[in-house]
C-alpha cells in the first residue's frame, strides 16, 4: 500500500529517529536486517548523523547521540507541527513532559522530545520536512502505533497538541473504532492509538506506553535470521508483551516479529503483503 506524503501534513507522523550509542554499528545492523543504505545527514557541528535509505528513498534519521544526551535507545516517532515553541507549550498545558528542546537543526528545522501523559516518548518536528517520506511506502515506514492505556484519552491530549480537530484544509482526520482510533490523511490511515493492557513500570518495554514502529520486508526469515547474526535479538510475547494474543486484533498473526536492536531498540519487522 503507498501512504500518503505524511511529511506535508501538519499533526501527521513525518519522520523517524534513533538515538544509537555507535553510529556505525547502528548502520551495519540496520543495513543488514532491513536493508538500507546510508548518507551523511546534517545536524550541529561534530555530532555524527546519518540518513538511512530504501532503494534511494529516506527512512529514518540515527543519531549517536544516545551516550552524549543520556537518551535510552529507542526509536521515536515525530510529528509535524508548524511553531515547535507552540507545540511544547500545549504538551505542557495538558501534562505531558518535555524532556529536549525546542533545539534548531540545520538547515531549517527545530525540534523537542516530549512523553504524553502516561509516558510514552513522540517527537515534535517544525521546518522542511522530506518531502517524499510516506507511511506504509515499502519499508519508510510500513506502520506506527501508539499502545496505551486510553486511546480516547490519548487522542485528546495528541489531537489538543497536534490539533487534530482544528479541521484545516489537507490536515489529518480521526475516527473513534471500539478501543482505537484512527489517524486519516486524505482517507488513507497513517497512524492509530490502541487500547490495551500497559504498564508504565513494566520490566518489559512492551508492556509500556508507547509509539511502536513496524518495517516491512520482503523476505521476513531472512531478517529474523539477520537480527540475530549481528547481535540482536527476538522478543517473545509479540507487540503487546504477551498480555494480549499476538495479531488478534489486526490480523498480523506470524507476519510479525518483534525485535531488538544491539542496544535495546525494540521495532516489529513485518512480511510485505501485511495487512
Avoid: K, N
Avoid at 133 to 141: K, L, Y
Amino acid at each position: 500500500m503507498t501512504g500518503p506524503t505524511t511529511a506535508q501534513a501538519l499533526g501527521a507522523p513525518c519522520w523517524l529517529s534513533l538515538a544509537a550509542r555507535d553510529l556505525g554499528a547502528a548502520e551495519r545492523f540496520y543495513g543488514a536486517v532491513l536493508g538500507w543504505t546510508f548518507r551523511p545527514g546534517e545536524l550541529e557541528a561534530g555530532q555524527a548523523y546519518a540518513v538511512g535509505e530504501r532503494d534511494g528513498t529516506p527512512v529514518a534519521g540515527i543519531a549517536a547521540l544516545a551516550a552524549e544526551l543520556a537518551l535510552p535507545v529507542a526509536w521515536t516517532v515525530f510529528f509535524a507541527v508548524e511553531d515547535a515553541d507552540a507545540a511544547v507549550a500545549r504538551i505542557r498545558e495538558r501534562g505531558g513532559t518535555v524532556g529536549v528542546g525546542p533545539v534548531t537543526y540545520p538547515p531549517q528545522g527545530r525540534a523537542a522530545l516530549a512523553t504524553d501523559r502516561d509516558g510514552a516518548a513522540f517527537g515534535v518536528w517544525e521546518g522542511r520536512l522530506v518531502s517524499r517520506w510516506h507511511v506504509a511506502e515499502r519499508g519508510a515506514p510500513a506502520w506506527v502505533e501508539l499502545h496505551t492505556r486510553d486511546a480516547f484519552d490519548a487522542a485528546v491530549f495528541y489531537g489538543g497538541v497536534l490539533r487534530w480537530a482544528e479541521q484545516e484544509p489537507g490536515s489529518c482526520e480521526t475516527s473513534y473504532e471500539e478501543d482505537r482510533v484512527v489517524l486519516r490523511r486524505s482517507g488513507v490511515p497513517v497512524a492509530r492509538l490502541d487500547s490495551g493492557p500497559v504498564e508504565a513500570a513494566s520490566p518489559r518495554p512492551q508492556l509500556r506506553p508507547r509509539w511502536l514502529v513496524r518495517f516491512r520486508v520482503p523476505d521476513l526469515a531472512a531478517s529474523v535470521a539477520a537480527v540475530t547474526e549481528h547481535g540482536g535479538s527476538v522478543v517473545p510475547g509479540g507487540e503487546w508483551g504477551g498480555a494480549r494474543e499476538p495479531g488478534a486484533a489486526d490480523g498480523g498473526g506470524e507476519r510479525r516479529v518483534v525485535v531488538r536492536d544491539p542496544d535495546g531498540a525494540l521495532f516489529t519487522l513485518e512480511a510485505d503483503g501485511t495487512r
